[in-house]
């Protein structure tokens, strides 16, 4: 099926041919012609499956044709939990609708210039991107005009609420027209996500996407067992001197834990940088910027950054800190992996945390496969039940430890002095 099959018709479809989009993904086919139709949607969908597309082709599609109401204001309104995912999402708008006559978007996350946000507001805009709270403050200032929107997507929902927006959520919506068409993106659509569905859409339909993060990527999965901070510590030094390791995303579970495992990796003479939330929007844009253009071999990040990096380049996830909760970790192995290439994913687990290793594999349904790195096993062996039939696994790249030739350098930061960093310019 292609995506004229679907009902993209040009210049949409003009500019997916000339990038080389041929095979629309599930979700884009079962999203893409209901969308068209006018139907509301609830979307379980997770990270990896061509979501953005399939709401944003048919939300575009839309505008080619003439508005139904005058105005100034947007005709899509999109809403999404971080502002990195905000600004991919533009992107991402301005992308597919290249071909579109006039097409004006704007972002509205906090972090940035706020001046700059107000005199966007007064031209007239197509499409906003926004996270709920700023969207929130230019609305009570009465800068917001939804007099002619069509179409509200909420981006990521749980994770939205999640983070505490419920309240931003529901006051935004009030203020939209009720004919409106609603799209809603979800890892999951139980609990309170139901709950929000319920109260926003009107018959909607439901497309439920399988949640294997690595059936659509090729993604090696490894645990490894540590004794305590030391000893995570010497094996996070020695993952990242492997060999094959090109750049890395380290995921830490707190803003303070970030910045110190920042400081102790570039005392270890890596190029680190940090991302969480509260750096300012240019700093966190000049961050991912240098981690795109491969200045940066290390990312360490809270989990803002599970849902909005999309670097082809990441050859590696390691999860410093165990995620809380398994949808979490979906989205942050989902870093990995991407554009058709292969990823290493290593989650570094003290033996009181084993409960969590198998809520992940009953969410995935997949087995992570318990490894060593020699010389750096763990005192306490972890008894784990065997793989499940049929699971292939690769050799771990993480095994061995090896060292990268060339230039010496420290042990790292537990004194595992097996390996030396070679000089790549990262």
């Excluded at 010497?234 to 707190?254: G, I, N, S, Y």
């Excluded at 495992?261 to 700093?283: E, K, N, P, T, Y």
């Excluded at 990312?299 to 809380?324: E, K, M, Q, W, Y």
Aim: glycine residues 12%; contains cysteine; charged residues 20%.
């Amino acid at each position: 099926m292609s995506f004229s099959e679907l009902g993209i018709g040009s210049p949409m479809l003009d500019t997916l041919v000339a990038a080389g989009y041929t095979e629309p993904t599930a979700v884009q086919k079962a999203a893409i012609p209901a969308a068209l139709a006018g139907a509301d949607l609830l979307v379980s969908s997770h990270t990896g499956s061509g979501k953005t597309a399939a709401f944003m082709l048919p939300s575009l599609q839309r505008l080619a044709g003439t508005p139904g109401r005058a105005g100034r204001g947007p005709r899509v309104l999109v809403l999404a939990p971080t502002r990195e995912l905000a600004m991919q999402v533009n992107k991402a708008a301005l992308s597919y609708g290249q071909g579109l006559r006039r097409l004006h978007t704007l972002t509205l996350v906090g972090g940035t210039p706020y001046g700059q946000q107000i005199r966007m507001l007064e031209r007239p805009v197509d499409v906003v991107v926004a996270t709920p709270g700023r969207l929130l403050d230019h609305m009570s200032s009465g800068r917001v005009d939804f007099s002619r929107l069509e179409t509200l997507v909420l981006d990521e929902a749980d994770r939205m609420l999640d983070m505490g927006f419920l309240a931003d959520i529901e006051a935004i919506v009030a203020q939209t027209p009720a004919d409106r068409q609603t799209l809603m993106f979800s890892a999951t659509l139980d609990g309170v996500v139901g709950q929000l569905a319920r109260r926003l859409t009107r018959d909607p339909r439901r497309i439920d996407i399988a949640a294997t993060p690595t059936r659509g990527a090729d993604i090696e999965q490894i645990l490894l067992f540590a004794d305590d901070m030391a000893h995570k510590t010497r094996l996070l030094d020695a993952l990242l001197r492997d060999a094959e390791m090109q750049q890395c995303v380290v995921f830490a579970a707190t803003k303070r834990s970030t910045e110190e495992l920042c400081g102790l990796l570039a005392d270890s003479g890596f190029s680190v940088a940090a991302l969480h939330g509260d750096m300012q929007q240019g700093q966190r844009t000049r961050t991912l910027q240098r981690l795109r253009d491969g200045h940066t071999q290390v990312l360490v990040a809270t989990d803002v950054a599970a849902r909005g990096i999309d670097v082809a380049g990441i050859s590696h996830v390691i999860n410093f800190d165990a995620p809380r909760q398994a949808e979490d970790y979906v989205h942050r192995i989902g870093r990995t992996g991407r554009a058709g290439r292969s990823g290493v994913a290593v989650t570094l687990m003290g033996h009181h945390e084993r409960h969590r290793v198998l809520d992940i594999e009953r969410y995935t349904g997949q087995p992570i496969r318990v490894d060593v790195i020699p010389g750096l096993e763990p005192v306490r062996r972890a008894p784990r039940p065997a793989a499940k039939p049929g699971y292939r696994g690769r050799p771990s790249a993480a095994a061995g430890g090896r060292g990268r030739p060339g230039a010496g350098g420290r042990g790292g930061h537990g004194g595992h002095g097996g390996a030396q960093r070679r000089n790549t310019g990262w």
